[in-house]
């Protein structure tokens, strides 16, 4: 039975500890969270759990085998560093660390410590993501052309990140998980309304072979939208996560080129086709994941989205930062 | 009675021959194609129409006092010259010329002969975007903050040109005309995947006061996309040219700034309530547009459309094709 | 070649006469109407077509071979008639006549003079229609459930039948071709609330084996709404006539009844999986009528739609009628 | 304080603890159901609620003042009886019993014991209805013309009752509370597929002054629908309760009626004008509704959705029952 002690308790932290409850071989022990009030919404949904106000009591505990920890981006590394230090395998909410330099200082001590990272790439065990990698690894789509995504709503659930570190994170574990080659450069423009802090961004990732990534995250927004269009060679697709029944769907469509032959004439040859709702795997993705991180506790096994995977991440957020700065000048990866 | 010429029955061309025909004041005498397959459609919907293979024909015939030149770009600068040097006024596809040079010496040309030049930025016209500008000009929308435009779909049908210039011209057109500043500097990533035009690009254009406009143009999306996100301080609004009844609707929501209270509590409070889709005003954008071309030439004004509207459009996608090849480094306008 | 002459160039003639003058093998030659507005538009369009005020002209001219009949339904069976004795073939709009009565008197008519009886019954001929005809021919349904229609919006086109005449028609067309088998029953409810004519009505039809057809039409409805739902023992289909892409989606789901269990579990069990829109015929459903229309005049074959088929469509349409004034009582057919 | 106890923790009874649980002056303090699974989960959720097997533990208890009855249809009538008759005050859900007369005889026995019956209409309490009970009683709709809801959706919980008894009655609360008149007769059709039960039924209600309801239920639909048309004099409005933000559009149009002018002309002029989504309520209706509960408990006032409103509601099943079996015969009320 992995132990597991939980800090942070605003937001997502009541999922993660209603999860952890429930995947096989698991036990929530403790809950740490520094604010009165959530602690009193800890106690009242799980009254038989230790609830503390000091995350040190969790962290050092030695009833504890893992911490989950589901705070703001700037506490993490510290939070992680005394996880790993006390013993303890992490769970670390994304995005895994603000700096490229501390996220390979946690890497190195788990590895030196033979403790297990996962940071929390929740998108990557939805059935959505899980059928769109099949689909890109079984040929489906062909060679990719382009990934581009909108993530925008009105939000703005941070105020020590820009609107980048919270929703574009996601959108680059979701590429970093789809796409098999590391982006080269990329290049970012966006503008801070409401402070300093962009609150509008959109950023493009150069990868080899033409494939071009395309991210567009705005907390400004008078809609929801959450939508990704792929365009492959042999088929298109369209992931609409906001659609209760098909998120996505698949275009037998594409595009073929063809001589030049006069002024008025198309270049191209089009092909157009069914199109296709594939049925998605039910249940709730940070179930899976959380059953995933114990799988791997259990076996010794390395996650595919460990510390590597999320350093991965806040590497390409802090190029495109960077590249806001200049208003989109390149930035090699 | 203004006599006009139509040069180029391609796609757009039966269009501007009916409306233009049904323009007040105005009546078409000669159409031109070199192509007989487009001479043949021609004669087939006007039986009584002057139809000629010789562009030159027309732009040289004493009879006539207007063209309208409706080809691909790359003949746009020899065909309106000409007509110009005949004493005709000008009306012409956008984009204007494929290149600034060219198009300050339409300007030039036209304005030592007293004739108006016309550029079709047919979406000016539109019932949407003459309500939007209603609605940035009466303060409805408060300080703009950005305009986010997305206009996909599988097709491409001009060889000579990217993508940029063939959908970003309308979005182009449309931000010269509601935004009341120049754009300061533009940054354009890219990719073309099946020759060395691009299919995919995006451009970001800085404005003065923190307004950000960026635009999403694909020529290989396997749906037909035309949203807009406008936000300002006071209302947004999106506008989806693809809703037959409800193009426009505007968001009384908002989002002010608060100061911080706590590392869990929201930077901002947001305003909700109501949402209102205005009725639009009826009838063919592009009648609207002609009429106003023959108004023009009949009392000598200048249109706000016109050659130096085209240029302002030709300089945005030189600059953005600057940006593209240096993979999204700004270039100063 | 098939000499033709349409009668009535109101709201559908200019697509009669459009489509029409398409089809190998036909050619109009005349267009009649009484209206001098219709008949200046006529002329407008069609400069060198025989554009008569008296419809008796066509139908009595030697130089035609077939008629078709686009005006209001209380007109047809005199129009008709004459057209029959004249010895024209009958291309009529739907529905076939006003009374079950007059159809049998015109078809008989016709059988008696070996003339072609088409009734414009469009939307068999349309991708989507011809889609589900196959789908429900080749299995892929099951055994049928249900077939369930809503067609309403805001519009009040004829001030001599109610909507059922109108709307409903399409309905029925669309069920007597697509279900193999003759309603027994049909039950029916409305109401008129601008005068005594039935603005808003509902039919439900009974078909052997427990197939039951419901049909929803509205004159008063705020939105435009064109879809149906059917169901079958295999799989289910919606059909949005108003989805410019995606007409039909078939959904792999299903119901099985199981034995009962106890109080709170379920009777059945679900089957639920992908969902695919099948990619449909693509051009103008009239010219597809049209041209069968030419083709059985040609090989003197009966088209499916024909008088007798009309003459189901009035006789349903007769059934709801009565119906409907004993406010729901069934009607044997 | 006022002590309840729930009866049934099946598919609803969670929601109806969780939300009495955070009413103020209320207390769970017991939950029973007869189904091993149910408490297990009901002991999970609220590890310190007293969990009985046996009802009557509940029923008899001296220390409960009122019962949330949250069981089957079928079982309403004896659970009650026994709540009033030990003085329990009663909360059931809809519909209130499967006859009128078991509904009578429990009305009578509430007045005699003085003694509150809520029937959980909760639709009544969302801020959907509210908004539209508002614009009607306004005047904002003006004379209404129909009210006509579409619920369907793949799902078959009840063995014991037809669709409408699950579906419709919802529809039934809704009209009732809308509608100022009673109804004067109901027509209904419907089938049943895979037992005797109908799965598919479709209802007309007929109100004085031409005013129509119609009610389309389903369990076999592959798409979830949930979405009412209410046309009125002055204004339409359509209420789509899957919509996550716009769940009420009203549109300023109508249609007004003109005299006759010839075979061709419309018989009536369109008004169309802007749409507009009125900002609703937020908050749980179930919470509202166990609210007002506790508020008519405390102040001894019969809520408007009493034993009387849950009796009319069954009034209408079983007529619609009785014309069903007739095949859509009228059966006044």
Redesign the interface.
């Known amino acids: 039975m992995i132990k597991c002690g939980v800090i942070g308790y605003?937001?997502w932290g009541p999922n993660i500890v209603r999860n952890l409850s429930n995947v096989e071989g698991c036990e929530v022990v403790a809950i740490a969270d520094?604010?009165p009030a959530?602690r009193k919404r800890a106690h009242k949904a799980h009254?038989?759990l230790r609830i503390e106000a000091d995350c040190n009591e969790v962290i050092s505990s030695t009833a504890i085998d893992a911490v989950a920890i589901v705070?703001?981006v700037w506490t993490h590394y510290e939070l992680a560093k005394a996880a790993l230090e006390n013993g303890k395998h992490v769970f670390v909410e994304k995005p895994f660390t603000n700096s490229s330099e501390k996220a390979g200082e946690l890497i190195e001590l788990a590895e030196k410590k033979n403790l297990r990272i996962m940071v929390d790439h929740t998108f990557l065990f939805t059935g959505a993501v899980r059928k769109i990698h099949e689909l890109i690894q079984n040929g489906s789509l062909g060679q990719l052309?382009?990934y581009?995504s909108?993530r925008?709503n009105?939000?703005?659930?941070?105020?020590d990140v820009n609107v980048l570190w919270d929703l574009a994170a996601h959108d680059l574990s979701i590429v970093d998980h789809l796409i098999d080659a590391a982006p080269e450069?990329i290049?970012?423009?966006?503008?801070?309304?409401?402070?300093n802090h962009e609150d509008?961004a959109?950023m493009?990732l150069?990868y080899p072979d033409?494939v071009?990534a395309?991210i567009?995250v705005?907390?400004?927004?008078?809609?929801?939208v959450r939508t990704t269009?792929i365009?492959g060679e042999k088929r298109?697709?369209?992931w609409n996560d906001?659609d209760?029944?098909?998120k996505i769907?698949v275009?037998?469509?594409g595009?073929k080129?063809n001589s030049?032959e006069?002024?008025?004439?198309?270049?191209?040859s089009?092909r157009?086709?069914?199109?296709?709702?594939?049925?998605l795997e039910a249940g709730e993705a940070l179930f899976r994941e959380l059953s995933y991180f114990a799988e791997c506790i259990g076996n010794g096994k390395t996650p595919f989205n460990d510390g590597r995977a999320g350093l991965r991440i806040v590497r390409m957020l802090e190029a495109a930062c960077q590249?806001i700065s200049?208003?989109?000048?390149?930035v090699a990866l």
């Open positions: 605003g937001y520094a604010s959530a009254p038989n705070t703001p052309y382009y581009d909108t925008v009105l939000g703005l659930f941070q105020h450069a290049s970012a423009t966006g503008q801070g309304h409401l402070n509008v959109y493009t150069y033409k071009l395309h567009n705005n907390w400004l927004s008078p809609v929801k269009l365009g298109m697709l369209v906001l209760a029944d098909e769907k275009y037998d469509k595009v080129i030049r006069g002024v008025y004439d198309l270049l191209v089009y157009s086709g069914d199109m296709w709702a594939p049925q590249s200049k208003r989109g000048e390149v």
